[in-house]
Structures are given as C-alpha cells and as structure tokens.
C-alpha cells in the first residue's frame, strides 16, 4: 500500500526545507515518501485495544558515573597552544555579522 505523492508535494516540502532537487530526485522522493507513508497507514489498522501506551519498548535508564573533581589547566596553560588570546579569552574569527 502507498500514498499517491506528486511532484508539487515534493517540490512544496522541498521549498520549505529550502532544498533544491533536480527533477530525477523529486520523482525519487514522490515515490519514496509514498512507501513510507503507506507504511503509516499500515500501521494506524494495527489493533492496540488493551494495549497500554509507552514512551519506551524498553524500560531502562541512564547509568551515570559519580562527577569527581580532577585537576584542570591553569587559564595560562589553555591559552597557551591558542592561535589568538587577549590573555584571558580564546580570540576566534567573527561568524555572525553585529547587524
């Protein structure tokens, strides 16, 4: 079983994924989203009555160490392999313009 999806569903969610697809892939992907939400549906006629819902198939947690202090570098022996520093902050190239 599959959905019927075209090549304008492909190219609306394509936009807003702010993709660009050739037109090979968004026949690829048409018939590729189909199949899976065909497998949705299968789903949705499983029978769940009587059957409690969860979050987990398996109920188990994390297993964490105990935090125990250790010894770190000094500020100046971090800095000290840094390209840049002003002598107290790592200097990095600007990323993100300050407009």
């Not at 090979?24 to 989203?33: I, K, R, V």
């Not at 160490?65 to 392999?81: G, K």
Request: zero cysteines.
């Amino acid at each position: 079983m599959s959905v019927e999806f075209t090549r304008e569903d492909v190219k609306k969610i394509a936009s807003l994924a702010r993709l660009h697809l050739s037109s090979e892939e968004l026949d690829t992907y048409a018939a590729q989203l189909g199949g899976i939400l065909g497998y949705v549906e299968m789903l949705n006629e499983v029978d769940t009555d009587g059957i409690e819902p969860m979050a987990h198939a398996v109920e188990q947690t994390n297993v964490l160490r105990e935090d125990v202090p250790t010894p770190m570098f000094s500020s100046e022996e971090a800095l000290s392999n840094a390209p840049k520093t002003d002598g107290r902050y790592f200097l990095v190239p600007q990323i993100i313009d300050a407009e």
